[in-house]
């Protein structure tokens, strides 16, 4: 089956520092993807779309300064978290469509981030 | 008020039991997902549905696109089906997610 790959799977960071976690299609072509957040004991929040080849789509309330995308292929796409401060803790998940499939997601395994 | 909600919040089962989880949108979308995410947090996709009923070993999801509701199904429960289970519309709302508790 399709498989989705994040690295890392967890990272600890100091307050300003900045992350950047890869989101990778193994087995196939994903024109596009999805990043979300995930708090504890909460359910998952997109943050964004991502577009090969075109700038990503945020959500509202989701800073795109701070959570820079980018996909400039159709196999990965990267979140970077700049200048992450504590509250920026959170686990973060990435899914993809495959390219001319209108439907299902893949979903990768996750990467917690911990900002110390 | 959540796009997507589903019901119960939490379940506990003995192994064996057939388990139902609920899930209601508000929203017209034109197809569903059901997702399982296991303690570690990862998440796999179990089903995409827009019509009527779908199988998958011991898992069956169906749902109805008039009354806006879905239902994901698990005979012959089992311990190892404990997770986190989630529906989500096409506009990528998530629920709330359903706590399930399979115990031996």
């Known amino acids: 089956g399709a498989v989705v790959s994040q690295h890392p799977s967890w990272v600890i960071c100091k307050s300003g520092t900045s992350v950047k976690i890869e989101c990778r299609s193994l087995?196939?072509?994903?024109?596009?993807m999805f990043w979300y957040r995930q708090f504890p004991k909460q359910s998952l929040m997109l943050m964004a779309t991502s577009n090969e080849g075109s700038k990503a789509t945020y959500e509202q309330g989701v800073e795109k300064d701070k959570f820079l995308i980018n996909h400039a292929s159709l196999t990965l796409s990267t979140l970077t978290v700049t200048s992450a401060h504590p509250e920026d803790s959170s686990f973060y998940i990435c899914s993809a469509r495959r390219t001319g499939n209108t439907g299902e997601l893949f979903f990768g395994e996750g990467s917690r981030l911990t900002v110390l | 008020k959540n796009e997507v909600e589903q019901s119960p919040q939490n379940l506990t089962a003995q192994e064996g039991e057939f388990i139902t989880i609920n899930c209601s949108y508000s929203?017209?979308?034109?197809?569903l997902h059901w997702l399982q995410q296991h303690p570690g947090g990862g998440i796999v996709s179990l089903f995409m549905?827009?019509?009527g009923k779908k199988k998958h070993g011991r898992l069956i999801a169906t749902i109805n696109i008039q009354e806006k509701h879905s239902s994901l199904h698990i005979t012959a429960s089992h311990p190892r089906d404990s997770a986190v289970y989630i529906c989500?519309?096409?506009?990528?709302?998530f629920g709330e997610g359903t706590q399930l508790t399979v115990n031996p």
């Open positions: 989500s519309g096409s506009r990528l709302t």
């Open positions: 549905l827009s019509s």
């Open positions: 087995d196939f072509q994903a024109t596009t």
């Open positions: 929203v017209g979308i034109s197809a």
